[in-house]
């Protein structure tokens, strides 16, 4: 915060993007983040970063979402949106695994979110805290929200949980890692491939799949 004295030119150009007094928009501060947390990976990304990002204090954006673990949290909503998520699912050609898996792969392969999917997913499976994020993000939203639309009786929130280990492990594996034959593969053909799986842990019948005796 500025002295009641006069500011000097410096420490005024830092603050040209919002003038004082204007409300700080969440959104604003998530959208910074997201392009951080996409070029400096968790480890290196700082909220003053952020925030100058952002063009807020730094102790706003605590304010706002509470800690770096938080706020890596919720910016992963704008890029994996449950609701996108849940709406492939609820509507379309195919089978509702291969709806799923084809959203999915496009969130990966989309320009504008690829490189902060493969940077987010390496600080999840690097850093400790980022996995605790992560982890959180996969069970408060991803998770509810997906089970809620399987409209299984038996283990939903199970259901959902196994089709997201072949969905993270595909992304591990044909992004992150890029190992072959999987990256080379179209986003077709992975469809092909574990579409039919995906759609067995939402809809197979709870005997066959082991789920009655848990």
């Not at 890029?79 to 195919?94: E, Y």
């Not at 979110?113 to 997913?121: E, F, G, I």
């Amino acid at each position: 915060m500025l002295s009641s004295g006069m500011a000097s030119p410096a420490k005024t150009g830092t603050r040209r993007g919002r003038r004082q007094g204007e409300p700080v928009s969440k959104e604003a501060v998530l959208a910074a983040a997201k392009v951080r947390f996409a070029a400096d990976g968790y480890e290196k990304t700082t909220l003053r970063a952020i925030a100058r990002d952002a063009h807020v204090d730094p102790s706003m954006v605590l304010y706002l979402f509470g800690s770096k673990a938080d706020l890596f949290r919720e910016s992963l909503r704008l890029i994996i949106d449950p609701a996108v998520l849940v709406s492939a699912m609820s509507d379309g050609p195919g089978p509702i695994g291969d709806r799923l898996v084809r959203q999915y792969l496009t969130i990966w392969e989309a320009p504008e979110s690829a490189a902060t999917m493969v940077a987010m997913l390496q600080s999840a499976t690097s850093n400790t805290d980022a996995h605790e994020a992560f982890r959180a993000f996969m069970q408060g939203y991803v998770l509810t929200a997906v089970s809620g639309a399987v409209g299984a009786e038996t283990q939903p929130r199970l259901r959902a949980m196994l089709a997201a280990t072949n969905l993270v492990g595909t992304a591990l594996l044909r992004y992150v890692m890029k190992v072959p034959p999987l990256s080379d593969l179209s986003a077709d053909q992975v469809v092909t491939l574990i579409g039919p799986t995906v759609t067995r842990y939402l809809t197979g019948d709870a005997d066959e799949l082991g789920l009655t005796a848990l």
